[in-house]
């Protein structure tokens, strides 16, 4: 029998941003338990709980500052067991964030690590003495700035990936795994379905924690080839399947940036006994120059279909995909790859269209589903992400001008996704009564559920079809992926076959109309249109075509079957 996450459809909720219950304009768990209908009526399966522990909230949850208490500002844990309890009953499932590379430094074993350096949760942590004056190694934290923080009690430095907030768990440590494990088994027997494993891949350092060679100009340098797939990484999560996971059926996704396909088969090779999927970030990379991700560039079409049929390919026999265009830490989509403007609803539909067609595990991001757009803000002051503020301050001092920071910002700053949920077209977009933790987006009046679930040709209705067709085509689910007109600089095309039934996909990525020839072999003329956003011309199934701007269609058909 198929694990039930392979025909699963997963929705994210960011809680903070999510539905507001007592007006304190922070979203909390009786805000997520009033919209569990909202959700049931999408069609989804299972929801992936953003973090809602204890935490100083240095990194919006990120940063746990007690694994088995949830976040005051969020609830209560019998808030908590009640949502579960409410998801189990109807028919959904749950699966929590698991945030283990790092803690919080108001985590009680941090805070004991610091005490000295016989403390029994020293080792807990990885602490470096200085070479003379500078950092044990020249690391870039991921946020900015040096990967290391001088403790002036014991003299030493902590390694921070992150925040320094953020300091990293020490996993050679066999006393720390353990605990970890333990936890995980208490959540696990709580009843939650699984876990979404946060940066997962960097838990296994490379032992002597070089230097990392510093490009032109740079300060720091990456490191992250000393700490991404590290040595012991497999053992490790080998280990965690084995201590915390087994017994429980449940799914688990690994955050991963920088996998490879090769190293993902072995992530996710049933055989192997790790995780089920990965979330790689390849595909996310490709709008942004050698500098990194606030280097604008503009996505080339080619790239990213080679960049998706590879891990459609490579994760074909063994392993599974998970399919995403959006999350917590991403920009919107419709504003990044489509047209958030004239074309918003037919962009935003066939980028669903492209991504929902492909073999794997679906990821539906909060307000994805009505098509929420990037925020405009106009002030530094309006942001609330560490990442983009601590960005903005080093940008500034290398001299940057403030109009090509803010263009950055309005392209990729994770707050374009944290922005409240819009429900209505009321104050606060009927989020909260409240003043908001962060604006909300001035486009509300126009983009909420309240009018999405009205009109019946908006893109919340066509996410509900694309998930219906998933749960009904076990073609969509199974069947085998082959990229089509691969050279073709509009049109990104592909198949799936799965014995006598085929699917023939077809989006035009841009705002122009455009000709396609179908190669041979692939033909349309006993092929029914399953779903599609392009109402100007939704026959004509000759192979010769003409795809209006962002057009999505799907055909269907099934050997010894013709159309009528």
């Given at each position: 029998?198929?694990?039930?996450?392979?025909?699963s459809?997963?929705?994210?909720?960011?809680?903070?941003?999510?539905?507001?219950s007592n007006?304190?304009?922070?979203?909390?768990?009786?805000?997520?338990?009033?919209?569990?209908?909202?959700?049931?009526?999408?069609?989804?399966?299972?929801?992936?709980?953003?973090?809602?522990?204890?935490?100083?909230?240095?990194?919006?949850?990120?940063?746990?500052?007690?694994y088995?208490?949830?976040?005051?500002?969020?609830?209560?844990?019998?808030?908590?067991?009640?949502?579960?309890?409410?998801?189990?009953?109807?028919?959904?499932?749950?699966?929590?964030?698991?945030?283990?590379?790092?803690?919080?430094?108001?985590?009680?074993w941090?805070?004991?690590?610091?005490q000295?350096?016989d403390?029994?949760?020293?080792?807990?942590?990885?602490?470096?003495?200085?070479?003379?004056?500078?950092?044990?190694?020249?690391?870039?934290s991921?946020f900015?700035?040096?990967?290391?923080?001088?403790?002036?009690?014991?003299?030493?430095?902590?390694?921070?990936?992150?925040?320094?907030?953020?300091?990293?768990l020490?996993?050679?440590?066999?006393?720390?795994?353990?605990?970890?494990?333990?936890?995980?088994?208490?959540?696990?027997?709580?009843?939650i379905?699984?876990?979404?494993?946060?940066?997962?891949?960097?838990?296994s350092?490379?032992?002597?924690?070089?230097?990392d060679?510093?490009?032109?100009?740079?300060?720091?340098?990456?490191?992250?080839?000393?700490?991404?797939?590290?040595?012991?990484?497999?053992?490790?999560?080998?280990?965690?399947?084995?201590?915390?996971?087994?017994?429980?059926?449940?799914?688990?996704?690994?955050?991963?940036?920088?996998?490879?396909?090769?190293?993902?088969?072995?992530?996710?090779?049933?055989s192997?006994?790790?995780?089920?999927?990965?979330?790689?970030?390849?595909?996310?990379?490709?709008?942004?120059?050698?500098n990194?991700k606030?280097?604008?560039?503009?996505?080339?079409?080619?790239?990213?279909?080679?960049?998706?049929?590879?891990?459609q390919?490579?994760?074909?026999?063994?392993?599974?995909?998970?399919?995403?265009?959006?999350?917590?830490?991403?920009?919107?989509?419709?504003?990044?790859?489509?047209?958030?403007?004239?074309?918003?609803?037919?962009?935003?539909?066939?980028?669903?269209?492209?991504?929902?067609?492909?073999?794997?595990?679906?990821?539906?991001?909060?307000?994805?589903?009505?098509?929420?757009?990037?925020?405009p803000?106009?002030?530094?002051?309006?942001?609330?992400?560490?990442?983009?503020?601590?960005?903005?301050?080093?940008?500034?001092?290398?001299?940057?001008?403030?109009?090509?920071?803010?263009?950055?910002?309005?392209?990729?700053?994770?707050?374009?996704?944290?922005?409240?949920?819009?429900?209505?077209?009321?104050?606060?977009?009927?989020?909260?009564?409240?003043?908001?933790?962060?604006?909300?987006?001035?486009?509300?009046?126009?983009?909420?559920?309240?009018?999405?679930?009205?009109?019946?040709?908006?893109?919340?209705?066509y996410?509900?079809?694309?998930?219906?067709?998933?749960?009904?085509?076990?073609?969509?689910?199974?069947?085998?992926?082959?990229?089509?007109?691969?050279?073709?600089?509009?049109?990104?095309?592909?198949?799936?076959?799965?014995?006598?039934e085929?699917?023939?996909?077809?989006?035009?990525?841009y705002?122009?109309?455009?000709?396609?020839?179908?190669?041979?072999?692939?033909?349309?003329?006993?092929?029914?249109?399953?779903?599609g956003?392009?109402?100007?011309?939704?026959?004509?199934?000759?192979?010769?075509?003409?795809?209006?701007?962002y057009?999505?269609?799907?055909?269907?058909?099934?050997?010894?079957?013709?159309?009528e």
């Amino acid at each position: 029998m198929e694990p039930w996450w392979k025909n699963s459809v997963v929705y994210q909720i960011y809680p903070r941003s999510f539905m507001d219950s007592n007006n304190d304009g922070i979203g909390d768990l009786q805000g997520v338990k009033s919209k569990l209908n909202y959700l049931k009526q999408l069609g989804i399966d299972v929801i992936w709980l953003s973090p809602v522990y204890d935490s100083p909230n240095d990194d919006n949850g990120y940063d746990i500052r007690d694994y088995q208490q949830i976040m005051d500002e969020f609830g209560t844990m019998d808030d908590w067991d009640q949502l579960l309890k409410e998801v189990h009953d109807m028919g959904m499932k749950l699966i929590m964030d698991l945030v283990v590379n790092h803690s919080s430094d108001e985590h009680v074993w941090f805070t004991q690590s610091k005490q000295s350096k016989d403390n029994h949760y020293r080792d807990y942590y990885i602490w470096r003495d200085g070479k003379g004056l500078k950092e044990p190694n020249n690391w870039r934290s991921n946020f900015g700035g040096s990967a290391w923080k001088l403790d002036e009690q014991t003299d030493q430095y902590y390694l921070h990936l992150f925040s320094e907030k953020q300091p990293d768990l020490n996993w050679e440590n066999r006393n720390l795994r353990h605990d970890i494990y333990q936890m995980m088994r208490w959540w696990l027997n709580k009843g939650i379905d699984g876990f979404r494993m946060d940066v997962i891949n960097f838990i296994s350092k490379v032992d002597d924690l070089p230097d990392d060679e510093l490009k032109p100009g740079q300060t720091y340098a990456s490191g992250s080839k000393y700490y991404r797939n590290g040595p012991k990484i497999h053992e490790f999560l080998q280990e965690m399947n084995k201590e915390a996971l087994a017994g429980f059926d449940v799914m688990t996704v690994g955050e991963m940036p920088g996998v490879q396909p090769e190293q993902a088969q072995l992530y996710t090779d049933p055989s192997r006994t790790e995780l089920n999927m990965v979330f790689q970030f390849e595909h996310m990379g490709l709008d942004q120059g050698p500098n990194g991700k606030w280097e604008l560039s503009p996505l080339k079409l080619r790239d990213l279909k080679r960049s998706l049929s590879k891990w459609q390919y490579a994760l074909e026999e063994k392993g599974w995909n998970s399919l995403y265009f959006n999350n917590h830490d991403q920009p919107r989509s419709v504003s990044r790859f489509g047209d958030d403007g004239v074309c918003r609803i037919k962009s935003a539909k066939m980028l669903a269209t492209l991504l929902h067609m492909m073999k794997g595990t679906p990821y539906v991001y909060q307000g994805e589903e009505i098509g929420m757009t990037n925020v405009p803000f106009t002030s530094i002051n309006q942001y609330r992400d560490i990442e983009t503020l601590n960005i903005y301050k080093e940008l500034r001092a290398d001299g940057k001008s403030e109009e090509d920071i803010f263009k950055s910002l309005h392209a990729k700053s994770r707050d374009n996704a944290r922005t409240p949920m819009q429900w209505s077209d009321q104050e606060q977009a009927g989020f909260t009564n409240g003043v908001p933790w962060i604006d909300v987006n001035p486009n509300y009046k126009e983009i909420n559920v309240q009018k999405a679930i009205a009109d019946p040709h908006s893109i919340y209705h066509y996410y509900r079809k694309l998930i219906e067709l998933r749960k009904s085509y076990d073609v969509i689910v199974n069947g085998t992926y082959e990229l089509i007109l691969e050279d073709d600089p509009n049109v990104f095309a592909y198949t799936r076959t799965l014995e006598d039934e085929q699917l023939i996909v077809l989006c035009n990525f841009y705002g122009k109309k455009t000709s396609v020839s179908l190669p041979e072999g692939v033909q349309l003329s006993e092929a029914t249109l399953l779903v599609g956003n392009d109402e100007e011309n939704e026959i004509g199934l000759e192979n010769e075509l003409v795809l209006s701007p962002y057009a999505a269609r799907v055909y269907y058909k099934k050997e010894g079957v013709t159309n009528e």
